[in-house]
Structure formats: C-alpha cells, structure tokens
C-alpha cells in the first residue's frame, strides 16, 4: 500500500480532519506495560537507541525512554506542552507546542577515554561545560515526605493512536497509520520537516532531525513484527524482548483470545496514559502498586502510598476501577483461589505475552 493510499482520507490540504485515519484498519497492533514490574533500568531504552537512533542527527532522540514520576518527563514538561484534539468529536486539533532542544538535553560526550584509558581519579562526567538539564534528570525522585515517599518508573514510546493527530497535522500526509497493523509511520520521501507533526502530538513523541530535515519516530520495530530478521521469524518491538522483568505483552486488540484484548477490554486494568488527549493511545499502562504508607514509629497504616489523585492525572477516572479489580483479584489468590488475569500478569511463557502472528492468514 502506497503513503498516498494510506493517506488519502487523512487530511486535505489545510490540515483539518477529513475522515478518520482509523476507518479500514484491518487489526491495530498494541501494548500492555505491567508498571508494578519496571525497575527503571533502561535496558530498553539502550534496546531501541541501539536498533534505530545511532545515526547522525538522532543523537538527543530517545524513542523509547522510561520517565521517573512524578517528574517533568522527557522532552522536559511534555505533558504541558500541547497538542491532541479539543473535543470528544474531535472536531478541532489542539494547539501545541514544539520543545526547545534545551527541553531534551544535549547529547553529552562523557569522559571515558580518561577513565580507561589515562587510570584518571576523576568521576564519570559529561565533557565541556555542566548540563542543565537531560533525559531522567530527576530519575529517582519522588514526592511525598519520608517515610512516605514514592515514585515510579513510566515507560514510553509512541502511542500509535487511533485516532493520531500527527497523522491530521501533516500537510504533506507523509505521517500515516499502516493499514494492516495500525502502526504510524513517517515517509521519509514526502516529509519535509516542517514539525506540525512535533507541535500536535501531545506526547511528544515525534523528533526532528535537523541533519535530514525530516521528522521520525518510533516504528514499532514493525521489520521484527514482519519476520525481517535473519532467522526469519517474527519478534515483538525490541524493547519489549530486551526488557529483563518482561513487563510488556504485544498483541492485537480484536485478539478475543489475546492478553491484550483480555487486559484491555475484559477486565479493564490497562489504561491509556493521558486519555483526555483523545487520541486512543494503543500503548496501555497497568497502573502501579506501592507498599501502603506507615506511621511515625513505622507501624503500617491503611494509606495508599501513591496518592489516587495523581494516578488519576496520568491515566484518568478508570484507574479507580483498575485498581480495585487487581486488589480484588489479588486477595482471591491469596486465598488460594484462581484468577486468569493474575495468572496474565504474572505469565512468563513468550507465546502467551507476545501474541503476533494470530492473523497471519487473514
């Protein structure tokens, strides 16, 4: 399918919406991230940087990155930044904002020759003058006040919405959602880097290479979801194969039989982060447990450790839901009962987490 086919009900000439990208996706791909198991340590970052982003003019580019939160996230403020739509019908695109370079960081060259090499004294740090700021600057600050202090790691990499506002934002249409999985895609031959791609998607997820003068972004690994490999078989997106606690599952949505479709849809535990954007990410977030909080003299008490509130914030009023059926479930096990959706958080059997070639022949 060519970018023009894909495309042509996306956006007229002026930007506004035309049609809905979604219409004629035949399965939209998607993941589930389990954040109670991410221990924050950039395996997959370093995965995805590796795979897509040594090439020149992508050195400051992290597609997948994993966020310290509370915390301003990268791009720095991304979450005040702007973007998405202004009406539940859609009707009008927000207006959004495109982050300074000063927003992402500098990519730092750090002086590892005087370390190995020279048998220096001195500690690991950038060359030239002091950073003000970088990717997981505040990693591992929390909020609170101790003995109740907490935070936790978020993942993230391109939503691939439904309903994507870099794809309505291109003049050129160059940005599009395949129509065989839903993966969002920038063509590079009809991109002319004039960012309203960077400036509407409200996650900030679409970078600019200025060595290019094009946009990209995350691809969702979709030459692995292909069988493109030298083995020939099909492998889910790199960062979610390389993660040491094995906290993602890929699948497809309308997969009845799927975890996706089960942690999505059926027992409604995995969320979209900030849906009030209305895109309809397809990245879902099992929100996050945390020991409860104790009192002065360290005696346990019946207080949530993260506040409610702010886990409403990030994923909206169903994380009241999500959390009390996960509690629910959790207490049946414990009384020695059974729950299949404890059973497909805590799988660890590849076939049940990675669901990608169920409609193949289709």
């Known amino acids: 399918m060519s970018t023009d086919e894909a495309q042509e009900t996306a956006t007229d000439d002026s930007g506004e919406a035309t049609a809905d990208v979604a219409d004629g996706i035949d399965h939209q791909v998607a993941m589930v991230l389990d954040l109670n198991k991410c221990i924050g340590c950039q395996t997959c970052t370093m995965a995805c940087k590796t795979l897509w982003t040594e090439g020149e003019g992508r050195e400051y580019m992290y597609w997948n990155n994993v966020e310290t939160k509370p915390g301003e996230g990268y791009p720095r403020g991304w979450e005040e930044k702007g973007g998405g739509w202004q009406s539940a019908e859609r009707s009008e695109r927000s207006p959004g904002e495109i982050p300074s370079q000063e927003d992402y960081g500098?990519?730092?060259?750090?002086?590892?020759?005087?370390?190995?090499?020279?048998?220096?004294?001195?500690?690991?740090?950038?060359?030239?003058?002091?950073?003000?700021?970088?990717?997981?600057?505040?990693?591992?600050?929390?909020?609170?006040?101790?003995p109740n202090s907490y935070y936790f790691y978020l993942p993230r990499i391109c939503n691939h919405c439904t309903h994507p506002t870099c794809v309505e934002a291109c003049p050129r249409k160059a940005v599009y959602k395949r129509e065989e999985d839903g993966i969002v895609l920038i063509d590079q031959e009809r991109c002319r880097g004039y960012r309203y791609c960077v400036e509407g998607c409200p996650y900030k997820k679409?970078?600019?290479?200025?060595?290019?003068?094009?946009?990209?972004?995350?691809?969702?690994?979709?030459?692995?979801?292909?069988?493109?490999?030298?083995?020939?078989?099909?492998?889910?997106?790199?960062?979610?194969?390389?993660?040491?606690?094995?906290?993602?599952?890929?699948?497809?949505?309308?997969?009845?039989?799927?975890?996706?479709?089960?942690?999505?849809?059926?027992?409604?535990?995995?969320?979209?982060?900030?849906?009030?954007?209305e895109t309809a990410p397809n990245v879902y977030y099992v929100p996050p447990y945390a020991p409860p909080q104790h009192s002065g003299d360290g005696e346990t008490i019946d207080v949530e450790r993260i506040p409610r509130t702010y886990l409403e914030e990030l994923f909206g009023e169903a994380v009241h839901d999500a959390l009390d059926t996960i509690e629910r479930h959790r207490d049946r096990v414990r009384r020695g009962g059974e729950s299949e959706l404890m059973d497909i958080l805590t799988s660890e059997n590849p076939a049940q987490q990675y669901r990608l070639e169920v409609f193949d022949d289709a």
């Open 106 to 146: 500098e990519a730092w060259e750090f002086n590892h020759s005087e370390i190995f090499y020279d048998e220096s004294d001195e500690p690991l740090r950038p060359q030239g003058d002091d950073p003000e700021w970088g990717p997981n600057w505040d990693e591992d600050q929390g909020a609170g006040e101790y």
């Open 206 to 277: 679409v970078y600019y290479n200025a060595v290019t003068k094009t946009s990209e972004k995350c691809v969702f690994c979709f030459p692995r979801l292909e069988g493109e490999g030298a083995d020939g078989e099909v492998h889910p997106p790199a960062c979610a194969s390389e993660c040491p606690p094995q906290l993602r599952l890929v699948g497809y949505l309308d997969d009845e039989d799927g975890p996706i479709y089960k942690l999505v849809e059926e027992y409604g535990v995995a969320l979209p982060l900030h849906p009030e954007f």
